[in-house]
């Protein structure tokens, strides 16, 4: 199994968090709207390669339908044919990688905004290489990635209106209806803004033990008693007191464990 595109795999912070805001010009609940229709979850897989779903049409339309007939599962002109998530979705990339690199980077979206590679240059990436080694890195650069490519579209004032048919109509495309993804980004809307915000502290925790294999998720910002109880059964496997609370040093502690996966 190729691990290309595995990265630094950092969760999302509170710089990055704010970053998007500023770009965006919204709250920290229109953000995470959006982001739970896009991943629900994590950016990152549990080996720590970023989340991708590879897109058939999209590889059909950047190679000029020329594999078409030969790998119609990676290239069709029809959406649709996604099969299982996941490193699933790798395998697919890979395979499509043999064929034609640049196209099939271009086919996926990457990570927690789920950015499509074809619109790297428009974020400001000088190729998608560079994207996805970016997409790689962080969360932070995952999201950033999503926020540039909603103000070069001018959407952001769609966005920070909460003019949810128009955001999604721009954002999503026409079919944007069919998927209620204006209802349901209103929903979320609603959801973050009356009640708790994933706790970006927590959250990073969670994917951490998640790499270490200590936790099942879902990885959503919230200390209930499976993160609790992955917590608890890292921290003493490797001689560490049990916290109370979550804090900076056991996120640090956390992290060491997770870089020595890559030494």
């Given at each position: ?84 998530g996941g490193v699933a979705q790798h395998d697919r990339l890979q395979r499509a990688i ?146 109370d609370e979550i804090d900076e040093i056991v996120l640090a502690n956390l992290k060491k ?7």
């Amino acid at each position: 199994m190729s691990l290309e595109f595995r990265g630094m795999a950092l969760p999302l912070d509170e710089a990055g968090m704010a970053e998007v805001r500023t770009h965006l010009r919204v709250g920290t609940a229109e953000v995470w709207a959006v982001l739970t229709f896009e991943t629900r979850g994590c950016g990152f897989l549990p080996d720590r390669r970023p989340l991708i779903l590879f897109e058939r049409h999209k590889f059909s339309q950047e190679t000029g339908g020329r594999f078409d007939s030969t790998h119609p599962d990676l290239s069709n002109p029809l959406p649709g044919g996604y099969g299982a998530g996941g490193v699933a979705q790798h395998d697919r990339l890979q395979r499509a990688i043999v064929l034609d690199r640049r196209a099939a980077l271009r086919s996926a979206s990457w990570g927690i905004g789920q950015f499509m590679g074809f619109n790297a240059e428009i974020a400001g990436y000088a190729n998608v290489e560079e994207m996805v080694n970016a997409m790689a890195k962080s969360e932070n650069e995952q999201l950033l990635g999503m926020a540039k490519e909603i103000c070069y579209h001018r959407l952001e004032q769609k966005l920070s209106r909460h003019d949810w048919a128009a955001f999604a109509y721009g954002y999503n495309g026409p079919a944007y209806a069919k998927n209620q993804y204006d209802s349901r980004l209103a929903a979320d809307f609603q959801k973050y803004l009356l009640g708790p915000l994933p706790d970006l502290l927590v959250r990073a925790v969670q994917i951490y033990l998640t790499y270490l294999g200590y936790f099942l998720g879902p990885v959503d910002g919230l200390l209930g008693r499976f993160t609790r109880s992955a917590l608890h059964d890292f921290q003493t496997e490797h001689g560490f007191p049990v916290p109370d609370e979550i804090d900076e040093i056991v996120l640090a502690n956390l992290k060491k464990e997770v870089e020595k996966l890559s030494d």
